[in-house]
């Protein structure tokens, strides 16, 4: 079991820093394009709308490598308290509540991402290319499930050498 759960997360990973690589550059690339192109007084409309939904899909991939190297955005105060102490266990025990309250909120935050996209969908229009905004804002609930299987994998991969080294 732990070998599919480790070679998933590397998929992953390896997945998710490729799509973050494809938006920096895309990003970058249309960007400096749009520039160029005010020189000679044209624009391209569909640039900056689309620029931003990647910045937003390039922030859910970080947030999801971060989380996978356990350098995500978390409240370390009883794991520095325990740190002079020698009690391993206990911080197996506060790094899977930790874990699971992430997991939980991510999962809760997926659900409202989704009604959010269920509505967009209803009552959005198309922003660029034709592509309606409730697909846009689906990068929301996609985002939020990605990181939410980091942390998933997370609990399936860690040994009590890894936790106490957090």
Not at 6 to 16: T, V
Not at 25 to 54: A, G, K
Not at 70 to 81: A, E, P, Q, T, V
Not at 89 to 116: D, H, N, P, Q, R
Request: charged share 15%; proline share 1%; hydrophobic share 55%.
């Amino acid at each position: 079991m732990q070998k599919i759960v480790r070679s998933l997360d590397r998929a992953l990973e390896s997945l998710s820093k490729k799509a973050l690589v494809v938006c920096v550059v895309t990003m970058l690339f249309f960007s400096v394009l749009n520039i160029f192109l005010r020189w000679f007084n044209q624009t391209l409309f569909w640039v900056e709308p689309l620029v931003r939904h990647l910045v937003f899909l390039s922030a859910f991939l970080g947030g999801s490598l971060a989380t996978g190297s356990k350098s995500h955005i978390g409240i370390d105060i009883l794991h520095r308290w325990l740190d002079g102490k020698d009690d391993s266990s206990l911080a197996k025990v506060i790094f899977y509540l930790t874990s699971l309250v992430s997991i939980l909120t991510c999962l809760w935050l997926v659900y409202a991402g989704y009604e959010f996209m269920k509505v967009e969908l209803e009552f959005g229009r198309d922003v660029f290319w034709g592509i309606h905004s409730g697909f846009l804002v689906g990068i929301i609930p996609f985002g939020f499930l990605l990181i939410a299987l980091r942390f998933i994998f997370l609990i399936f991969l860690v040994n009590e050498k890894q936790v106490s080294s957090q």
